[in-house]
């Protein structure tokens, strides 16, 4: 369980995040959407337990986030990051390690070495594995990121995954392949928050999104209730038309073009 | 993998063994290979009865041993450091010449030479060398902390910033040394000089026991590291989403090998460039897994520097060279080579 009450963050003058309250449960894949500085990014640093709430409580498990020691959390819960830096020509394999070494003082054992495997294979890295980091291509760099974040919690049912972005570097092949990685680790008990950008990839795949604006919660519900002409324009300020897969029932909207006229007078 | 690893240390450890014992040999008198051996043989005990040169025992005891001694302590305490640094900078090219780190130590070691004699007059010898670590140290600390402070943004290091606040650090430090000089008296001046260039010329039994405690502590502790070295890697916020303390682990590393840095410099001057070629060559031998690089980078640190207190004993001999001066002729090309090889990574 994951629950948030009534939490906010505040920078200075400006609130980034507002009074937000949601709870979930393992089983669930809960994606955000949001315009860009809607506080996405934020919230998700705060349930990670990296950004303190000003006010609030955020729980995982019945216990406040900023109470368990790091270690522990480390146990509990993974992140994807945005942003990735690796500064070192670690190969592939050693990085995907990485995730687990909370689980060992010194040297790996067999469950590690077992967990490593199946997680370069479930994201298709398998060929990579000793390829230094600093040579893959940044969609590779990325699913190598998401197997270490998967290696890190892989044997705990019940944790909470944290996607900031996850597919933002990738193709449309893997841009469906991490969600659908996304979904299936949701059914097999862990929590699944992500954010995204793309709102036909949430339809298609979220049990229930969330949807920010200027710091506030301002949707909530699955992908069927939230999505709607009416709640894109608020949300993203376009127009858009809402259509309905027929194969798979699910929803999936088609923005309009945007009028914008250039000034002939403006010299370049 | 482990067969190569043990074979790899067991090649280092030998190639040490036997260039420390031949360092030994070389040098303005030269002693033989059998002379030496029987001469340490019966430190331990052997070939008691076997009759040795009184002259070069005393060359041995008085002056060689110490000086290889200190160079495998300096050695083995500039590589380790220079690995740890890189790490906790998360950049390759953070040495502790480069970003004013041996300057900051070298500015407090001078300072305590030329007030020492005047405050400190009392002290015993020993006592003395334990001060100029000390001073040594605290001086390598603060270079860090401003260094560390001023290249950090949003939890990024950014090269650019670091290797300027090295420049400036480096060039306060010498100016402040520069201003120091023109107190100092004729026999604090040669010393003074001979920490610009970096020499091991100044190797006794005092100057080994006084800094052998500021790096064994570093290579026993820094080590067992590795593992929390390899996150900061993945970034800092990453490292502490895996459940790493990141505030602690970096000022245990930034401490331990500051302690190193600064104990060397205390007894040899700035050695430039040795933290920069030793862990570079190690990496490319072993891959950059910190568990191994950190002690690996030990035993090639203090392999290279016997190896080069070995030349400039012997290449213009009688007359000695400074060992700074040998390590900057290997150690530059080397730097450049990094940079026009990462010139596009370095701009973040």
């Given at each position: 369980m994951l629950t948030a009450e009534g939490i906010s963050y505040k920078i200075g003058q400006n609130t980034l995040v507002k009074d937000i309250s949601f709870s979930m449960r393992p089983g669930e894949l809960l994606l955000v959407l949001g315009a860009n500085g809607a506080g996405k990014s934020t919230l998700l640093r705060m349930l990670s337990g990296e950004k303190k709430s000003s006010c609030g409580h955020i729980k995982l498990y019945q216990k406040e986030i900023s109470d368990y020691p790091p270690q522990e959390l480390a146990l509990k819960r993974a992140v994807l990051n945005q942003q990735n830096i690796v500064t070192m020509a670690f190969s592939a394999e050693e990085i995907v390690m990485m995730g687990r070494y909370p689980h060992y003082k010194n040297n790996p054992g067999q469950t590690d070495l077992n967990i490593i495997d199946e997680v370069l294979q479930l994201c298709g890295i398998t060929s990579l594995?000793?390829?230094?980091?600093?040579?893959?291509?940044?969609?590779?760099?990325?699913?190598?990121?998401?197997?270490?974040?998967?290696?890190?919690?892989?044997?705990?049912?019940?944790?909470?995954l944290l996607l900031d972005e996850p597919v933002a570097a990738l193709d449309v092949q893997y841009q469906q392949q991490t969600l659908a990685i996304a979904r299936q680790l949701a059914k097999r008990g862990f929590m699944v928050l992500g954010i995204l950008h793309d709102i036909n990839l949430a339809a298609q795949y979220a049990d229930r999104i969330l949807m920010l604006k200027k710091g506030r919660k301002w949707y909530d519900g699955s992908p069927a209730e939230v999505l709607s002409s009416k709640s894109i324009y608020e949300i993203f300020e376009i127009d858009s038309d809402i259509y309905t897969n027929p194969r798979t029932l699910k929803h999936f909207f088609i923005p309009k073009d945007v009028p914008i006229e250039l000034n002939n007078q403006i010299s370049i | 993998?482990?067969?190569?690893?043990?074979?790899?240390?067991?090649?280092?450890?030998?190639?040490?063994?036997?260039?420390?014992?031949?360092?030994?040999?070389?040098?303005?008198?030269?002693?033989?290979?059998?002379?030496?051996?029987?001469?340490?043989?019966?430190?331990?005990?052997?070939?008691?009865?076997?009759?040795?040169?009184?002259?070069?025992?005393?060359?041995?005891?008085?002056?060689?041993?110490?000086?290889?001694?200190?160079?495998?302590?300096?050695?083995?305490?500039?590589?380790?450091?220079?690995?740890?640094?890189?790490?906790?900078?998360?950049?390759?090219?953070?040495?502790?010449?480069?970003?004013?780190?041996?300057?900051?130590?070298?500015?407090?070691?001078?300072?305590?030479?030329?007030?020492?004699?005047?405050?400190?007059?009392?002290?015993?010898?020993?006592?003395?060398?334990?001060?100029?670590?000390?001073?040594?140290?605290?001086?390598?600390?603060?270079?860090?902390?401003?260094?560390?402070?001023?290249?950090?943004?949003?939890?990024?290091?950014?090269?650019?910033?670091?290797?300027?606040?090295?420049?400036?650090?480096?060039?306060?430090?010498?100016?402040?040394?520069?201003?120091?000089?023109?107190?100092?008296?004729?026999?604090?001046l040669r010393n003074i000089t001979f920490w610009m260039l970096g020499s091991l010329a100044g190797a006794t039994w005092e100057t080994v026991l006084a800094i052998s405690p500021f790096v064994m502590i570093p290579l026993l502790l820094l080590p067992p590291m590795g593992k929390a070295l390899n996150t900061?890697?993945?970034?800092?916020?990453?490292?502490?989403?895996?459940?790493?303390?990141?505030?602690?682990?970096?000022?245990?590393?930034?401490?331990?090998?500051?302690?190193?840095?600064?104990?060397?410099?205390?007894?040899?001057?700035?050695?430039?460039?040795?933290?920069?070629?030793?862990?570079?060559?190690?990496?490319?031998?072993?891959?950059?897994?910190?568990?191994?690089?950190?002690?690996?980078?030990?035993?090639?640190?203090?392999?290279?520097?016997?190896?080069?207190?070995?030349?400039?004993?012997?290449?213009?001999?009688?007359?000695?060279?400074?060992i700074g001066v040998i390590t900057a002729l290997l150690g530059t090309p080397l730097f450049l080579y990094i940079l026009v090889k990462d010139k596009k990574k370095l701009v973040l």
């Open positions: 594995r000793t390829r230094s980091y600093l040579s893959l291509s940044g969609g590779e760099q990325q699913r190598v990121q998401l197997a270490r974040t998967l290696a890190q919690i892989w044997d705990i049912p019940g944790a909470l | 993998m482990v067969k190569q690893r043990v074979f790899l240390y067991l090649m280092l450890s030998g190639l040490l063994i036997s260039s420390a014992v031949l360092s030994l040999c070389v040098g303005a008198v030269g002693i033989p290979l059998k002379e030496v051996l029987v001469i340490l043989g019966k430190k331990f005990g052997l070939f008691s009865q076997w009759p040795v040169s009184a002259q070069y025992e005393g060359v041995l005891n008085i002056v060689r041993i110490p000086r290889v001694l200190l160079g495998l302590l300096v050695g083995a305490a500039l590589g380790i450091s220079g690995a740890a640094i890189q790490g906790i900078f998360r950049n390759p090219l953070a040495e502790p010449s480069l970003i004013g780190i041996s300057a900051g130590a070298s500015l407090m070691a001078v300072l305590i030479i030329v007030l020492e004699l005047s405050l400190f007059a009392a002290l015993s010898n020993l006592l003395g060398y334990y001060l100029l670590v000390f001073g040594a140290f605290a001086g390598a600390g603060i270079a860090s902390l401003i260094v560390y402070q001023l290249s950090r943004n949003e939890g990024k290091s950014n090269v650019a910033t670091m290797l300027l606040a090295g420049i400036a650090i480096n060039a306060l430090a010498g100016a402040l040394t520069g201003l120091v000089t023109f107190a100092a008296d004729d026999h604090q900061f890697a993945l970034g800092e916020l990453q490292a502490s989403q895996l459940g790493l303390k990141i505030n602690k682990v970096k000022r245990n590393i930034v401490i331990l090998s500051t302690m190193a840095v600064g104990a060397s410099v205390a007894v040899s001057g700035i050695i430039s460039f040795v933290g920069l070629l030793v862990p570079h060559t190690v990496r490319l031998l072993i891959g950059v897994d910190n568990k191994q690089v950190l002690p690996a980078s030990a035993l090639c640190g203090a392999l290279m520097l016997t190896l080069a207190d070995m030349l400039c004993r012997t290449l213009l001999a009688p007359v000695e060279l400074p």
